[in-house]
């Protein structure tokens, strides 16, 4: 993946701490302590701090995981705000993230994204 450039990193940072922020009022509405989240997802203290930083963000999976026990769609913990999304992201970049999430999907998940992609190109206008 391609080093982040400090304005990239500033907006994951942010993107990040706002997702944590959201899962720790989670916690707090269910009860739950970040030592027994921490144990039933599980995360280590070193990539929550990565992720307040902005040096990373957690992967699908794990995202998926946390919104599980957390009880929530996975899209209430990802913050969007398109006036910053990131311009300057190559086509490998994308690919690679594409890849990456694919990786993650179950073969439901894979049969529904092939139909899906199959409508896309029937119904193209070539």
């Known amino acids: 993946m391609a080093k982040m450039t400090k304005e990239q990193k500033e907006i994951v940072k942010e993107r990040n ?8 009022l989670l916690l707090l509405a269910k009860c739950i302590t970040k030592g027994e989240f921490y144990a039933a997802i599980p995360i280590d203290r070193s990539s929550i701090s990565a992720w307040r930083s902005g040096e990373s963000s ?13 009880d929530v769609d996975p899209t209430y913990l990802i913050p969007v705000d398109a006036k910053k ?31 899906f992609v199959a409508a896309l190109r029937a119904n193209r206008k070539d």
């Open 85 to 115: 999304e990131p311009t300057d992201t190559s086509t490998d970049e994308l690919r690679s993230r594409a890849f990456a999430f694919m990786d993650d999907l179950t073969s439901e998940e894979m049969a529904q994204v092939r139909g």
């Open 17 to 24: 701490c706002a997702m944590l922020k959201k899962i720790e």
């Open 58 to 70: 957690p992967s699908a999976k794990k995202l998926k995981k946390i919104s599980e026990f957390l």
